[in-house]
């Protein structure tokens, strides 16, 4: 019990001291960005191509009646 209040206080120690500290908060901030990119990053599975320089109409705004 006694260990787990002690391993408890450090803990908050070093995160109290991580927000105090805001270049280290990017940092971190950085690091878990990049970590989510590379677990989660999948190539595009559909092309964009560029489409005729046509501009958009009042009538290509509304909804369907369908």
């Known amino acids: 019990m006694k260990a787990e209040a002690q391993e408890l206080a450090q803990s908050e120690t070093t995160l109290l001291a991580q927000l105090a500290d805001d270049r280290l908060v990017y940092d ?14 999948t190539p595009r599975r559909t092309e964009i191509v560029a489409a005729e320089d046509k501009a958009l109409r009042e009538e290509d705004l509304l909804p369907n009646d369908k």
């Open 28 to 41: 971190i901030m950085k690091a878990e960005t990049i970590e989510l990119k590379q677990r989660h990053a």
